[in-house]
Structure formats: C-alpha cells, structure tokens
Nanobody
Framework: QVQLVESGGGSVQAGGSLRLSCAVSGDIGNNYCMGWFRQAPGKEREVVATINNERYTSYKDSVKGRFTISQDNAKNLYLQMNSLKPEDTAMYYC?????????????WGKGTLVTISS
C-alpha cells in the first residue's frame, strides 16, 4: 500500500514562491513515475510536472522556467514554485504510477491548496 501526503500549500501574492512536499510511504517500486497535478475550480485535472526513476523530468509549458520538480533519496517529492501567477491557483496533487501519463498514475494524495492573489 502506498500513501502520499502533500503539504506546503498556502496563499501568496503573485510573484511569490511556494514549495510543495509529498511524503511517500510504502513501496513504489524501482520503475516508476511521480508527478504533480493540479485542478482548478471548474477545470479538469492537469499534469504540472513529472519525474521518473531515471530522474527524467517533464513540465507543462506554462510552468517551465518557474517550477522545479525534485525527489530525495527516500523518494519524497517536491515542487518548487517561483514567480507564481493567479492562474496557478488550484488544488495540487502528488501521484505515482508506472507511467507519467494521467492514466498511468496509480496512487494519489488528497491534495494541498495553492491560492495566488493578484
């Protein structure tokens, strides 16, 4: 059983920064992808950034250069978010699975809310 617990969300003004963390418990295996997804009110959940077991990273175009995904040796996941914009407001979820697509994610956290004011 894998459990993912997000933290670090909050309310900041545009231009500010936040660092999200995802604590991982259980065995996610050695061939995996982990990612951050977000869902704004009235919108579908979308991928923000992913990282796989080879440390290959991928980002949504609108966050490139502003967000950085990383992982520590215990496989805990992080998302450093800089130069935040109001359109980044959403519930952010941590997920992991066998592939980096939305449907490839098997385990999900409950989310942490990020609110950016203009």
């Amino acid at each position: 059983q894998v459990q993912l617990v997000e933290s670090g969300g909050g309310s900041v003004q545009a231009g500010g920064s936040l660092r999200l963390s995802c604590a991982v418990s259980g065995d996610i295996g050695n061939n995996y992808c982990m990612g951050w997804f977000r869902q704004a009110p009235g919108k579908e959940r979308e991928v923000v950034a992913t990282i796989n077991n080879e440390r290959y990273t991928s980002y949504k175009d609108s966050v490139k250069g502003r967000f950085t995904i990383s992982q520590d040796n215990a496989k805990n996941l992080y998302l450093q978010m800089n130069s935040l914009k109001p359109e980044d407001t959403a519930m952010y979820y941590c997920a992991t699975g066998g592939s980096c697509s939305f449907h490839g994610m098997e385990w999900w956290g409950k989310g942490t809310l990020v609110t950016i004011s203009s």
